[in-house]
């Protein structure tokens, strides 16, 4: 795996992508960010040795290098799930390139149901912890040594630093940015009314498909990295209504104004 991961890091860096110190991850319906980007060099996820491909029509599937607000970024315009198939090796090596390539900060963003029913649709929440209910791992089997320690701490897997850059860029522009718990499952079903209250009774503010694999990667890795949810349903079991997916792909269009504003600002004071 790890010279699956070298040959992907001298890839993009053969196509140009030499120096970046900031990665993003944009999720469901939230890659409008790379118009901000000024574009050096934008690859296909097809185009690149060992790379997965995307196979959910709301990811792009596009690897954005250039420069935003100051400072060069790699961002993933699309993400990989385990229910497209894939390992969770595979869904976490763009991660992992990224590491190689020199990136310092993570931002990663996804679309979350909301299980905390004080949130509403469109609003923005900011994690601060997760709960992990995948079947597997990114880190099982043989540890990779130059990457990381065997057993990775977990105790703080969001960065207090760009959290409170978060919070501060927020504040600025009167955004709500609630604070709380994301938990991952496999997908790509949504979940039953009595999985909800499950969720709820074990401190799920908001539930979702992704970026808790990515977040454990970067902690072995030493990546501080930050993750914003962008609420497109509400799971109330007891109002529970069917989800239809041009519904929750147009709130995380809406609300990605807001996470863009976001991501701009703590990206300029990085």
Not at 153 to 168: A, F, G, I
Request: charged residues 20%; glycine residues 8%.
């Amino acid at each position: 795996m790890f010279e699956m991961i070298k040959e992907v890091a001298a890839f993009l860096q053969s196509k140009g992508i030499t120096s970046p110190d900031t990665g993003i991850v944009l999720g469901t319906g939230l890659g409008k960010l790379v118009s901000e980007i000024d574009i050096e060099v934008a690859i296909d996820y097809a185009d690149i040795p060992n790379f997965p491909v995307s196979t959910v029509e709301s990811h792009k599937g596009h690897l954005i290098y250039g420069n935003l607000e100051g400072h060069k970024v790699l961002a993933m315009q699309g993400r990989f799930h385990i229910y497209e198939g894939y390992s969770l090796q595979q869904v976490t090596m763009p991660i992992r390139a990224m590491k190689l390539l020199g990136v310092k900060w993570l931002l990663l963003s996804n679309a979350a149901g909301a299980i905390n029913k004080t949130y509403q649709k469109g609003d923005l929440m900011l994690l601060d912890d997760h709960i992990n209910l995948l079947p597997e791992n990114p880190l099982t089997g043989k540890n990779i040594d130059e990457l990381g320690p065997r057993f990775p701490d977990m105790s703080c897997p969001y960065s207090p630093e760009l959290n409170h850059k978060m919070q501060l860029a927020a504040e600025k522009f009167n955004i709500t940015l609630h604070k709380g718990v994301y938990a991952v499952v496999a997908g790509p079903n949504l979940e039953t009314r009595a999985e909800y209250r499950y969720l709820g009774m074990i401190g799920a503010d908001v539930v979702g498909m992704s970026t808790a694999p990515e977040v454990i990667v970067a902690n072995h890795m030493g990546l501080p990295c930050a993750a914003v949810s962008v609420v497109t349903d509400l799971c109330d079991p007891d109002n529970l209504v069917p989800a239809v997916l041009a519904d929750i792909l147009e709130t995380a269009g809406k609300a990605e104004i807001k996470l863009i504003r976001l991501f701009k600002e703590v990206i300029r004071g990085l």
